[in-house]
């Protein structure tokens, strides 16, 4: 694609003042956006390198802020910078974003950055121009051009997020639904047989009777403990007492459950930190049903300068990823939990000693 007359003068002047050409100004740019991305902690910028969608994105944000400075196009932007209700885009930009694990706080942290390592190169380039383009044009250009992307795509994120945790709900709901099938109604339903077996033998089988009052005890106390699960919240309590006190509650429940923490604690929004706590809870009851042979369950918080790392692990036999279906019920709901605050979840297991569930976070402004 060729350049307008505009900019081949204006590169032309770059060259002759310090030898720069309008590719080279923006991949200065593109480089001092990698450089403050990652001064950030942004997943953006990893490695010395930037996300490639994030780089396309910037790129193409460049290539139109330049061509709009040069063709005068920028003399008619429309009043307002973005549609936020466009469908269509939105749908698409959601999924991406909800696709890369990438909190929308990373999205306007981008868009920042990149106006504010782009603004002076530009305004610079632009003076060069016949006629030179004023510095409060360029803004508005540049400025139309970054934010008609970054807060949509932050916008459609939550969106999918929303679709997702209701999906994790709706799944949550089903699983409550298996369990007093399979859980309760199978555990009343055999005491009740036993005791109608007791009475065909006139009673004289004590014993049967013993076995329904022991069925009939378990199924009680399995109602009892999805009781006290359904009603657990955070509230305003901190995440480690909240995790403390579960595992307080449910100490007569083996495996034991043993929270520690490392580094100072700071509070999260309420969303974020009911979201952990239902991760953590899921993460116990998956252990106390599965690692069978399981003395403990560890839960480590960890407070780090930009994120929280929880980690859940029991000595169990472990299991093999292989015998674990996609749609398994409690997995699918920690993953959808996860990736509605922004989080990253691992499962590191094999058939052998243990399972580690691995919680990470970031910490934004909002939660500290």
Known sequence: MSWSP????????????????????????????????????????????????????????????TASIADGSGEHLPPTTADLLEPRHLEALGRLRAGQDSHPAESLLAAEVLFD???????????LLQPPVRAVRVARILHHAVFRRFPPGAVAYTQAMRERLSTAHQESRFRLSRDLHDRVAHGIAAGIQRIELSSLNDGEDASDLSAAAHTLRQTLMD?????????????????????????????????????????????????????VFMIVLEAIRNARTHAVGATMVSVGIDWRRRTLAVTIADNGPGFSHDDVTTGSIGLLDMRERADSIGGRLSIATSAGPGTVVRLTIPLTDADT
């Open 117 to 127: 390592q782009a603004i002076e190169p530009l305004a610079s380039w632009a003076e």
């Open 223 to 275: 109602v009892q403990n999805m009781a006290l699960d359904l009603r657990q919240l955070v509230g305003s309590r901190t995440l480690e007492k909240a995790i403390s006190d579960y595992a307080a509650e449910t100490s007569t429940m083996p495996p034991r459950v043993v929270v520690s923490s490392a580094g100072p604690s700071r509070p999260l929004t309420a969303s974020t930190a009911e979201e």
């Open 6 to 65: 505009r900019i081949e003068s204006a590169d032309a002047s770059l060259r002759g003042v310090n030898g720069s050409t309008l590719t080279d100004v923006r991949a200065g740019i593109m480089r001092s956006v990698r450089d403050a991305l990652h001064e950030h902690g942004s997943r953006l910028s990893e490695g010395g390198t930037l996300d490639p969608a994030f780089e396309r994105q910037a790129i193409a944000i460049l290539a139109e802020a």
